[in-house]
């Protein structure tokens, strides 16, 4: 009998690998882009451009853009939940707090994403992802333990954060569960366009103009985060969740925090002590568990 990690597509590997690389990278640069502009200012700029640039993308590849009107009820609560909760969410959660702890909590994701999967989609946990699941949990709460005492004095990040893991696990089964008849790229471009039109409104209501200073080092970095985490980003997770099984999409998803962590730290000097490591250490053994499952004869 092959093994799991025979059967699981190269090409997804790599689309997971990819995906975990743009948007753990992308946390540092975020935190940078707030200090500039209000959190919906920043997400109103960039998603809803991604969507028009996404689905251009499509036109030009000779995909058919236009939706028949039965998809449009699914394609509008995926576009709610994994773009305008999860932009709106992140984006304030991040400038409450660390970026690498802003990473962190945002990806127990895969605790929600097992919870819902194992009660409303049946989709069963075998030994190795619940170890893996486990150690998971275990390399966060290292992550988090050290930060309790100004987690509970100022808790609207954390809150923001795990409501934006709640809301994008969601989204994830959903995505998950719907029997998309629109091609990927259309299907992104218009989840980024719909999802973002209601952040974009929030922008125009609350956030004044004068609050952000176009220079062209931010230019610069909302380009780079419109291209690559959403833009790319988006179009290989649905990939992704399209072609793995929900909990190893999400426990693979793990790498993001690590590389979260990380690049805070190369990028902005936020800490990397022992319970950092030994973290780091607990998510790569989550990950190994769950990708990497031995030859059974």
Known sequence: MESTSQRLPAAGLWLLVLVSLAWGTNWPIMKIVLGEMPPLTFRATIVPACGVLVLLTARAVGQRILLPTPAWRPLLVSAFLNVTCWHALTAFAIREMDAGRAAILAYTMPLWVALMAWLFLGESMNARRRWALALGIAGIALLVYPDWERIVQAPGGTIYALAAAATWAAGTLWQKRVQWTAPLLTQTGWQLLTGGLPILAGALAFDSPAETAWSPALLLMLAYLALGPICL????????????????????????????????????????GPWEMAALILVTAAIALVLIEPKKS
């Open 233 to 272: 980003g988006y179009w290989a997770w649905y990939k992704v969740i399209a072609v793995f099984p929900t909990q190893v999409a999400a426990i693979g998803m793990m790498m993001v925090p690590a590389i979260g962590v990380l690049s805070g730290v190369a990028v902005l000097g936020e800490p990397l």
